[in-house]
C-alpha cells in the first residue's frame, strides 16, 4: 500500500472575465486539452474539473464560466456555478489578461475576491502579446488579500513552471480525492459533446455558437469504434440552414472536427452521427437547461 503520509491534495478554482485564458492555462497546466477554448467570451458553460497527478501531489483544478451579469437566465446558472466553485476550495486563481487591466469586470471580480476566505493568486495572462507591463501598476490596483501576482503565457508556457510551483505550495498535506489515473471527474461523453460545442464555436459567427446546445443521445463503446449520436439545438428555425450548409457542408465541418479531436482525446477511432432540432428559447427553460445539467 502506498504511504500518503507527505501526499498533498487540494482545489483550486480558476477564475476571471470572459476570454482571458482560463481554459487555455488549465489545458497548459495538464497537458491535455480538457475544456475547450475559443477566441469568443462565454466559451466555458461548465465548472470543468482537471486533475494534475503527481508522485506526490495532486491538484485539482476546476475550471470556471467567464463571468458576466446575468443576461439570460443561463448565464444566471453560469453564475451560480462559480459561486459554488469558490465554496470549500484551497486556493483561488483570479485570472486577467495584461492588456486594458483592469477594466470594470476585473474591479468587480476583485471586489468579491476581498471577501474571500480561501487563498487567492492573481495570474496576469497573454505575456507573449504584451511584453513591456509595467508590474508594478498592475499590482496596484490588486487587493492587499493577494498572495502572489505571477505573469504568464498560457499560449507559449512562459512562466508556467514557476506557477504551478507556486500552487502547490498552497496545497495541503492531504491524500488523492481522486484515483490517480483520472484527469477528470467527467465522463467521457462530457468531452466528445464540449468538442462538437468547441467546432460549432470556431465555424460560426455571431449569436449562433450562444444559440446552440448539445445532447449526446448515444455512447456506445465497441470494440473497433466509438460510436457517439448527438443532437444539436438552436433557438429558432430560421438558424436551421444555418448549422447544417449547403448540401450538410456545415454540419460535415462540425461533425469532422468533432471525431478528429475527440478520436485524439482518446486515442481511439471514433464516429458521430450529428442531427439539429430546433428547441424554440431553450436558454430561457427550466426544463431544458435541467436537461443539458444546469440546476
Ligand atoms: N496571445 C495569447 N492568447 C491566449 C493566451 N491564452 C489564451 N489565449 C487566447 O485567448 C482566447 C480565449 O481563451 P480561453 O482559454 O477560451 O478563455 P477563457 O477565459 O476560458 O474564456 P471563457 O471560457 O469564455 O470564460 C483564445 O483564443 C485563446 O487562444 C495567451 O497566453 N496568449
Ligand atoms: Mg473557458
Known sequence: ??????????????????????????NRILGEKLSITSPKPQTTRYAVKGILNTDDEQIIFIDTPGFLKPRYEM??????????????????????????????????LLSIVEKARSPVIAVMNKLDITPDYDAQEIIKHLPDNIDDTLFVSAKTGKGIPELITKISSFMPLHPPYYDEEQLSDLPLRFFAKELIREAI???????????????????????????????????????????????????????????????????????IHLHVKVNENWRKKGTALKELGFY
Open 201 to 271: 464555436f470556431h465555424n460560426f459567427r455571431d449569436e449562433i455558437p450562444y444559440s446552440t446546445a448539445v445532447l449526446i443521445e448515444r455512447y456506445e463503446e465497441r470494440e473497433e469504434i466509438i460510436v457517439i449520436r448527438a443532437v444539436i439545438w438552436i433557438e429558432r428555425n430560421s438558424q436551421k440552414h444555418i448549422i447544417i450548409g449547403r448540401g450538410g457542408s456545415n454540419l460535415k465541418k462540425i461533425r469532422e472536427y468533432a471525431e478528429e479531436q475527440f478520436s485524439e482525446f482518446v486515442d481511439f477511432p471514433v464516429r
Open 75 to 108: 448565464q444566471e446558472r453560469m453564475a451560480k456555478i462559480i459561486d459554488e466553485s469558490f465554496k470549500d476550495v484551497d486556493l483561488l486563481i483570479f485570472m486577467s489578461h495584461i492588456q486594458g487591466f483592469p477594466s470594470d469586470y476585473d474591479m468587480e
Open 1 to 26: 500500500m502506498k504511504d500518503y503520509t507527505n501526499h498533498r491534495s487540494g482545489f483550486a478554482t480558476i477564475f476571471g472575465k470572459p476570454n482571458t485564458g482560463k481554459s487555455t492555462l488549465m
